[in-house]
């Protein structure tokens, strides 16, 4: 890491370094930045939200967490558990849509830049 | 059953106990001196990171060793025994927020940094004063959660050695800062890292002996444990829901989701978290990390849901706070009822490496950050001869002296009640860190100035909010109970601070100068989304 009193680190600039620009702008990788972001966001929101609806529930609707379901098991409980499956499931599918969805084209780009020295 | 279980709490055999709490130690010691024989290169990478060699599963258990402390065990448990169903509220928060590094951190940090939280937030900021404030930051939760562990290391010990007197839990506490320095600096990341993955093998597995051992107690019918330990609590079927413990008013309402919030948003701004991603070669392998963590650190907190209502059922609220680690025994005391002392003392053994894994992770992780931003890039702004030894000897010599702050901060802190300096170490995470960390990575007009005001902004906030609040003075349970200068009601800062931190973030960046080289974020995206020119793993 060099050391530099300027605002922003200079970039691109160091002959033989890559051409970020050039890799920013390039079409797969702003297609690679569109999936990333088109995933990441909105689940994110998603289950930042959920979580919240969950705290609000616990915190200020007491009584209808307590509703029974099957015999102690109420609904409060059943509520928290299903944050431990939507955690697990959102996990899951992050897993396989980074496997098919970034990495082959991550790779592309990669690839293009670093044989492109 | 009462009558048995002190029975058998009163059997705890100390001599058992500290073998078995010795067998662990001389064993991982010599682990970490055999992995670190075999193959450590003595560079900055291979004591910081282990040159980025593990796999991603092996990152996973050590995710989960480093991040299931003694408090998430012993302290959930008794949540739950004791308040039922708001013991189970802070494991959902533990759990969700590895979404954040899932989804958010992991993996683009990888591609970004090499050691530090401090190398990425400096990729394309001025280098000295967005790695000096990274550092503080770094260093005021590492040492938060320090304190928190040490001083909870001298309150264990006389619940599970069944030893008391300062002087006893003061050698305790001295005894895990001597083990934890060694670890550190015979092992360095890789011997830190076998640690805990070792201690996440025998804390998960032994949350699974106790948990399958109480459900067949019952038939393995939870709602049957669940009506025993409503049966003897005298808040009755009130364990089932919510509200035991934050119903009280509106401000514990309130002051709950707070915590919350900070919980969620602060796992993927903890230093010693960041730092684990970097112990793999690629992103890839960081995800895998997350995964594996995530299952990990999931199915313990499913354990702990059934210790807790089991420990309430078989052991009662009544015995768990006589017992002298009150809400933190309520584990150990199950083990006992379940297993005899020699039960209890593997639980009990369990505890103490738990502890230890956690601090040396928190030890090399300031330890690393200090000498990569604070002496290398700050006081000697990069101008080191031999920049490699240089920083790995500054690294070892800084957490010699992080352990012996540790272990005074620890004997003097011990009488304190400080549950409260882990949500405060989540709360300075979320606020100071975590909104940098996404600012750098996402948002490309943000600039030095921002990250300074974010950082600087949360952490201040966050202490000051601290310092007015009902921790510090103006209730019976604050550290100066006779005092009363709280103006804050929360005990938790996260509600106003993190977006706070957020909002300064942004104010800073409008605020900085308006020059500004688009080319150093077109390299960190690239980079970051596609691993381009990271360093390679170390081959061993």
């Given at each position: 890491m060099s050391t530099t009193e300027s605002d922003e680190q200079p970039g691109g600039s160091t002959p033989g370094a890559p051409d970020w620009a050039a890799a920013q702008a390039s079409p797969d990788f702003q297609e690679l930045r569109r999936r990333l972001r088109g995933f990441v966001f909105p689940v994110t929101a998603g289950f930042l939200a959920w979580y919240l609806l969950y705290v609000l529930l616990a915190s200020f609707a007491p009584a209808f967490m307590a509703t029974p379901v099957l015999g102690n098991i109420n609904l409060g409980l059943i509520l928290g558990l299903l944050q431990f499956v939507s955690t697990f499931a959102i996990t899951v599918a992050y897993i396989r849509f980074a496997g098919r969805t970034l990495d082959p084209l991550s790779t592309k780009v990669r690839n293009e830049i670093e044989g492109g020295r | 059953m009462t009558t048995t279980v002190l029975a058998?709490?009163?059997?705890?055999?100390?001599?058992?106990?500290?073998?078995?709490?010795?067998?662990?130690?001389?064993?991982?010691?010599?682990?970490?001196?055999?992995?670190?024989?075999?193959?450590?290169?003595?560079t900055a990478a291979d004591f910081y990171t282990a040159g980025g060699g593990f796999s991603g599963t092996q990152n996973g258990f050590a995710i989960a060793g480093d991040y299931l402390s003694a408090a998430s065990f012993l302290g959930i448990a008794g949540a739950i025994a004791i308040n039922g169903y708001d013991g189970f509220l802070y494991s959902i928060g533990f759990l969700v927020a590895w979404l954040v590094a899932l989804l958010l951190v992991a993996e683009l940090l990888r591609n970004t940094g090499r050691f530090t939280m401090g190398d990425v937030l400096a990729f394309r900021m001025r280098q000295r004063p967005i790695r000096a404030a990274a550092a503080t930051s770094t260093l005021?939760?590492?040492?938060?959660?320090?304190?928190?562990?040490?001083?909870?290391?001298?309150?264990?010990?006389?619940?599970?050695?069944?030893?008391?007197?300062?002087?006893?839990?003061?050698?305790?506490?001295?005894?895990?800062?001597?083990?934890?320095?060694?670890?550190?600096?015979?092992?360095?990341?890789?011997?830190?890292?076998?640690?805990?993955?070792?201690?996440?093998?025998?804390?998960?597995?032994?949350?699974?002996?106790?948990?399958?051992?109480?459900?067949s107690l019952f038939g393995f019918n939870f709602s049957a444990i669940m009506q025993a330990a409503a049966d003897g609590s005298p808040k009755g079927e009130g364990l089932f829901a919510?509200?035991?413990?934050?119903?009280?008013?509106?401000?514990?309402?309130?002051?709950?989701?707070?915590?919350?919030?900070?919980?969620?948003?602060?796992?993927?701004?903890?230093?010693?978290?960041?730092?684990?991603?970097?112990?793999?070669?690629?992103?890839?392998?960081?995800?895998?990390?997350?995964?594996?963590?995530?299952?990990?650190?999931?199915?313990?907190?499913?354990?702990?849901?059934?210790?807790?209502?089991?420990?309430?059922?078989?052991?009662?609220?009544?015995?768990?706070?006589?017992?002298?680690?009150?809400?933190?025994?309520?584990?150990?005391?199950?083990?006992?009822?379940?297993?005899?002392?020699?039960?209890?003392?593997?639980?009990?053994?369990?505890?103490?490496?738990?502890?230890?894994?956690?601090?040396?992770?928190?030890?090399?992780?300031?330890?690393?950050?200090?000498?990569?931003?604070?002496?290398?890039?700050?006081?000697?702004?990069?101008?080191?001869?031999?920049?490699?030894?240089?920083q790995v000897r500054v690294a070892r010599r800084t957490a010699i002296v992080i352990g012996i702050v540790a272990i005074v901060g620890g004997i003097l802190a011990k009488d304190q009640n400080v549950a409260f300096l882990v949500a405060l170490a989540f709360a300075v995470a979320a606020s100071a860190n975590l909104p940098t960390i996404l600012y750098s990575l996402f948002w490309k007009r943000f600039n030095t100035t921002g990250g300074l005001y974010s950082i600087y902004g949360g952490l201040i906030s966050t202490l000051v909010l601290i310092i007015f609040s009902p921790v510090v003075s103006g209730a019976e349970t604050a550290i100066f109970p006779e005092a009363d200068f709280a103006w804050f009601p929360l005990a938790n800062p996260g509600l106003v601070s993190i977006p706070l931190s957020f909002l300064l973030g942004v104010v800073g960046t409008y605020v900085g100068q308006k020059r500004h080289d688009g080319s150093k974020y077109a390299e960190m995206e690239v980079r970051s989304l596609t691993g381009a020119g990271i360093a390679k793993a170390e081959v061993h």
């Open positions: - | 058998a709490t009163a059997d705890s055999n100390p001599v058992l106990n500290i073998s078995i709490f010795l067998v662990f130690v001389i064993g991982t010691l010599g682990i970490v001196f055999y992995v670190n024989n075999r193959q450590a290169k003595k005021a939760v590492s040492f938060f959660y320090l304190l928190a562990q040490m001083a909870g290391a001298g309150a264990l010990v006389s619940l599970l050695l069944g030893i008391s007197g300062a002087v006893a839990q003061g050698v305790v506490i001295a005894v895990v800062g001597v083990v934890m320095i060694a670890y550190v600096l015979i092992g360095g990341m890789r011997g830190t890292t076998w640690v805990q993955m070792i201690k996440a093998v025998l804390l998960i597995a032994g949350a699974l002996v106790m948990t399958v051992w109480a459900l919510p509200g035991q413990q934050y119903g009280k008013s509106l401000t514990s309402k309130i002051d709950f989701i707070s915590l919350g919030i900070a919980l969620v948003l602060g796992t993927a701004g903890l230093p010693h978290v960041l730092m684990r991603f970097y112990t793999v070669p690629t992103a890839k392998e960081a995800r895998r990390s997350v995964e594996v963590a995530i299952w990990l650190i999931g199915l313990f907190y499913l354990f702990t849901l059934v210790i807790g209502f089991a420990a309430g059922a078989l052991v009662g609220p009544e015995a768990i706070n006589n017992a002298p680690g009150k809400v933190n025994s309520a584990a150990p005391l199950l083990a006992a009822a379940l297993g005899g002392p020699v039960l209890l003392g593997i639980i009990a053994a369990i505890a103490f490496a738990t502890i230890l894994a956690v601090v040396a992770g928190l030890t090399i992780t300031a330890s690393a950050s200090f000498a990569h931003d604070v002496y290398i890039n700050v006081i000697k702004k990069g101008e080191v001869a031999d920049t490699e030894a240089t």
